[in-house]
Structure formats: structure tokens, C-alpha cells
């Protein structure tokens, strides 16, 4: 409501500097008209009238001229009443001047308040007011005129017929001043409408946007499981080689030959667990034979060995509680965390001015385990966060372009979400959430 109220008191500065403008040249237009009236019905007052006539119009022009300045702006409805009061000011002196009671000026006030009522934004007590003070001008020229009591008829007469224009003005006044409130509130409410419906666009197109995201995610599921069937024959016979080949006795007798081996059979064995992290797009949840408990200390361990070459020279902190023990598929938390290691080894590889630095913390509650992960980096620019999980989206700060939304999809999978926090040119931090051991399984 306090907002309403305030955008009706400044739609009602704009009607009154408008209205103003146009009822103050109208003004002046009457009052240089009115100079034939002197010259036919009192050529002995022609000069004298005509002189006071051009000084109120004057008077009116530099009022007018004056809405240019904001101060004079914001004094508009003072200025609107002292220049109205000059108007019926020159009246009642013409009044007192000619015949009085029987002047045939009398008019004139009534113009002036049927430019009130109808014409000028006035409150209902403002007309009031203007109207009592015109009575009180034609009473005291009638009252100072010299035939005050010979034309005492007309004077009530003419009194009877200005009360009558004053209650007139009033009652103008009044339906359009409630008028205005009613179009004001109309156009509140639609402003309100208009708002209302721009959020509603809003929140539609971030339904669509998610929508899409939903369909890349499938589209990108689909093309996991096809990955998944076409790759894993050649990297099983590729594994049944290595074993083969490190079995053999020439190889066990050749320590380097066995530790090339051995890093190759790693490598292949990675890339099973990256190819089969994929398959949480192709399928809704995870299987219930591979839903077990697992140390996360340990995983986290195996995490920080596959990404050692990438993380030589970070300085690494963990922090975690002495229990670790959580519920879900330890190679794909493997991949999440090698996932969120990798992408923070390439942001601090762009740093040089300070030691880098990667944070792993974990804290226990309410029956689940908060893992954050975080890296003194070039942190993440304020625009590219919302869009940080999406598939094949890549920036200068993310080397990843499809690893952060299979992450995300994994955590959800475990029940858990996967979270980002940034300040730029300052750090980065991924967090997550697993279920704990001892509280109820996925």
C-alpha cells in the first residue's frame, strides 16, 4: 500500500504540472479577453484595468516559466493557489471599483472556480478553501463599494449563485478526485499484474531450460550405454593381455618392464571406471549388489594417487572425521573425486603469485558425511556458476567439459547433491553429501 499511495502522489504531480501548464495560458488567454469587457461596459476604467490585467498575466507567465526549475516544480500546488488567489484578487478590485453588488464582474470568480472543480487536481479541501476565500473577496468589494446596501438584493442573489458554483466545484472536485484514485489503483494492480506475469515468464523458461537440460541428459545417457557396450570388450582383452603379459617370466625377472605394465593396467582400468560412471545417465539407480559401505578416507586416498602427476607440487590439507565409513558405489565416488581433483590442479596451474593449495574437508551430520573440496585458485567467474554442471560446458577456469555433470549426476544418485561456491580471482569449492553407514542404506 505504501508503495501505491507513492505512485499516486507522483502521478499526481504530473497531472498537476500539466494541468497547470494548460489552465495557466487559458487563464491568461481569459484575462486579455476580458479587456474588451472594459472597454465596452467601463471605457473610463479601460487604461487602469487593462494595466492590471497585463500585470496579472505577467505574474502568471513568470510562474509559468519558473516549472523549468526543479524547486519551483515541487512548489506547484502552492504556486497554482497564489496565482488563482492574484486572479480573484483583481476581481473583487474591479467588483469594488465599478458597481459592486452590481458589477457585472462577479463572473469572473465563478470561472475561476469552475477551473478548480473541473480543470486543475485540487483536493476536496483545498476547493473548499479557495472557494471560501472567493466568497470572502466578493463580500468585502461588495461590503467596501459604495451601493453596498442600495443593491443588497443582489448581493444575496449574486451570493445565493457563488455558494452554488462553490458547492458545484466541490462536488466536482470531489468523484474526480476518487476517479483518479480508482484509475491509479487500476493501474497499480496492473503494474502488479504485469510483474506478476514477467515472474511467471520467468520461472516458465527456467522450467524450459531445465527441461532441456533434462533431455541432453537423457540424450547423453543413451550415448553413455551405447559407449559402455561398444568399449568394454577391447578393454577387457586389452586387461587379459596385461595380465597375461605381467605373468609371463621374462617380464617378472624385468622390474621395469613390470612397473610399465603394472601403470598401463592401471590407466585401462581407469578408464573402465570413467566409462562406467557414465551409466548414471543411462540408468535411474544404481544397482543394490553394488550399494555397499566403504571407507571414503580410502577412497579419497585412491583418488589423490590417480591424480598425483597432476597435483605434484599443491600443497594438500585433509581434514576428515575418524569415521568415514559411507554407503554407495566407491569407483564412481572415485570418479567423482578425481573428477573435482583434476579440475582443481588445472585452476591452480594458472596461479603463480601465491602457494597453491587443496583443501579436503569432511563433517559429520545428521547421519550424513559433507565433503568439501577446495582450491586457492583463479576461482570461477560469477556468470558461469548456474551453468557449471552442465554437459559439455567448458570455461577457462573448468578444464572438464562433461566430468562436473556426470558428478552431479552421481551424487543425486547417491541421494546427495553436489554444490559450487567461488569468489573470483580468489577460490573454488565443491561440496557433497553421502549417506553415512550407520544411518539407513540408498
Known amino acids: 500500500m505504501i508503495s501505491f499511495f507513492s505512485t499516486n502522489q507522483d502521478h499526481l504531480k504530473e497531472f498537476r504540472l500539466t494541468d497547470f501548464k494548460a489552465a495557466a495560458i487559458f487563464a491568461v488567454f481569459l484575462i486579455l479577453i476580458g479587456s474588451g469587457l472594459d472597454y465596452f461596459l467601463y471605457p473610463e476604467y479601460f487604461a487602469v484595468f487593462t494595466t492590471a490585467r497585463a500585470i496579472n498575466c505577467i505574474f502568471i507567465l513568470i510562474v509559468y516559466g519558473s516549472l523549468k526549475i526543479r524547486f519551483f516544480i515541487k512548489k506547484i500546488k ?27 464582474y462577479f463572473a469572473g470568480l465563478n470561472l ?8 486543475l487536481p485540487f483536493t476536496l479541501f483545498q476547493t473548499v478553501g479557495f472557494g471560501l476565500f472567493t466568497y470572502f473577496i466578493y463580500f468585502s468589494a461588495c461590503y467596501l463599494s459604495s451601493n ?11 451570493s445565493i449563485f457563488l455558494i452554488l458554483s462553490i458547492l458545484l466545484s466541490t462536488f466536482c472536485v470531489y468523484f474526480n478526485e476518487r476517479e ?24 516458465l523458461t527456467q522450467i ?8 541432453k541428459m537423457a540424450a547423453l545417457g543413451t550415448l553413455s550405454g551405447g559407449l559402455l557396450y561398444e568399449a568394454s570388450n577391447p578393454l577387457n582383452y586389452s586387461l587379459m593381455a596385461l595380465d597375461a603379459a605381467i605373468d609371463n617370466q621374462v617380464v617378472k625377472n624385468n622390474s621395469d618392464l613390470q612397473e610399465n605394465l603394472g601403470d598401463a593396467k592401471k590407466g585401462i582400468q581407469r578408464i573402465q571406471e570413467i566409462i562406467s560412471s557414465l551409466k548414471t545417465f543411462a540408468y535411474q539407480k544404481f544397482s543394490k549388489d553394488n550399494n555397499r559401505t566403504f571407507l571414503l578416507e580410502k577412497t579419497i586416498g585412491s583418488a589423490l594417487h590417480l591424480t598425483g602427476f597432476k597435483l605434484k607440487g599443491i600443497k594438500k590439507i585433509i581434514d576428515l572425521p575418524q569415521d568415514t565409513h559411507v554407503h554407495g558405489v566407491e569407483s564412481a565416488i572415485i570418479s567423482v573425486l578425481v573428477n573435482l581433483f583434476s579440475n582443481s590442479a588445472f585452476a591452480l596451474s594458472k596461479v603463480t603469485h601465491k602457494e597453491r593449495c587443496l583443501e579436503i574437508r569432511g563433517e559429520l551430520k545428521e547421519g550424513r558425511l559433507y565433503i568439501s573440496v577446495r582450491d586457492n585458485g583463479p576461482g570461477i567467474k ?6 557449471i554442471f552442465e554437459p559439455f560446458f567448458m570455461t577457462e577456469d573448468v578444464e572438464q567439459g562433461v566430468g562436473l555433470s ?3 549426476s552421481i551424487i543425486q544418485r547417491h541421494g546427495g547433491s553436489l554444490r559450487v561456491s567461488s569468489e573470483y580471482g580468489a577460490w573454488t569449492e565443491f561440496s557433497f553429501d553421502l549417506s553415512l553407514a550407520s544411518s539407513k542404506t540408498l
Open 148 to 158: 453596498f446596501l442600495v443593491n443588497i438584493d443582489q448581493f444575496l442573489g449574486h
Open 78 to 104: 502552492i504556486l497554482t493557489l497564489i496565482w488563482l488567489a492574484s486572479i480573484q484578487l483583481m476581481i473583487g478590485w474591479m467588483i469594488w471599483k465599478t458597481a459592486g453588488p452590481s458589477s457585472i
Open 382 to 387: 560469477p556468470e558461469d556458476l548456474p551453468k
Open 112 to 119: 475561476a472556480l469552475y477551473g478548480v472543480g473541473v480543470i
Open 406 to 408: 556426470v558428478s552431479h
Open 208 to 215: 524450459k531450460n531445465h527441461m532441456l537440460q533434462q533431455e
Open 180 to 203: 483518479r484514485k480508482q484509475i491509479f489503483l487500476l493501474q497499480h494492480e496492473l503494474s502488479q499484474k504485469n510483474l506478476n506475469l514477467e515472474q511467471t515468464t520467468k520461472s
